[in-house]
């Protein structure tokens, strides 16, 4: 079964400064890898995702990720953060073919406190 | 770019009621999910479907809960004896095949009182 560890549960962070959000992942297959942002109250948006090919993949708002599998991690950065990434921020797998295949798995999530 | 798109944003229901939420995947799509996520807990899958019918299913999907794509359009969670548990946000996502990524809807809030 696929799983996925997000290791901060909070980061706080001041504006401006640099930010690395922490994802492992553990699966028996080849996977997809996801991360997602949600601000209060609303829904999940897709940050960016990693397929294949390149292992740094770049998303919207400044965010990229980079994919490695030796280590079973894709963590988050962003060189300078802003008041406005403040929100909650999802890892999330999904297994190419096996038995859950078409299933996304999440991490619990870390919350980014971006401080004037 | 095409969406997902769930109705109602927020839906308030008294316990013990049915309830219905609704979701429009993208059109071309053939594989659909959905996952629940309760206050302040990581997003959790539910069910997915395909070919009308279920293809796997969670612990969480118990008997009270159903889905159905009554037409070519649409896709629903049907819940059928509401508990104060079920409140959460209510996440729909569609794939065009089962091993590619899944696009989210904007959720459905469920409030159960």
């Known amino acids: 079964a696929q799983s996925v560890t997000q290791l901060d549960s909070q980061v706080p962070v001041f504006e401006e400064a640099p930010v690395e959000l922490r994802c492992n992942y553990s699966?028996?297959?080849?996977?997809?890898l996801f991360w997602y942002v949600q601000y209060p109250n609303q829904g999940l948006q897709l940050l960016l995702k990693?397929?294949?090919?390149?292992?740094l993949v770049k998303g919207i708002n400044g965010f990229e990720a980079e994919f490695n599998k030796s280590q079973t991690s894709f963590h988050l950065r962003k060189p300078s953060v802003h008041i406005s990434d403040t929100a909650e921020y999802f890892c999330a797998v999904s297994e190419v073919g096996g038995t859950n295949a078409g299933k996304s798995t999440f991490g619990d999530g870390t919350t980014l406190t971006v401080k004037p | 770019e095409p969406e997902v798109t769930q109705t109602p944003s927020h839906q308030v229901t008294q316990m013990g009621q049915e309830v219905i939420l609704r979701c429009v995947p993208i059109?071309?799509?053939?594989?659909f999910y959905w996952y629940r996520q309760i206050l302040g807990q990581k997003v959790e899958f539910l069910v997915s479907?395909?070919?009308?019918?279920?293809?796997?299913k969670s612990e969480i999907f118990d008997d009270q809960f159903s889905v159905e794509r009554p037409d070519g359009s649409n896709f629903t969670l049907k819940i059928r004896s509401t508990k104060l548990e079920d409140s959460a946000m209510y996440f729909c996502?569609?794939?065009?095949?089962?091993?590619?990524?899944?696009?989210f809807g904007d959720g459905t809030r469920l409030s159960i009182l």
């Open positions: 479907f395909y070919n009308n019918e279920i293809s796997e």
């Open positions: 699966s028996s297959v080849s996977v997809y």
């Open positions: 059109s071309n799509h053939l594989y």
């Open positions: 990693y397929l294949s090919g390149s292992t």
């Open positions: 996502a569609s794939s065009d095949y089962r091993d590619q990524p899944q696009h």
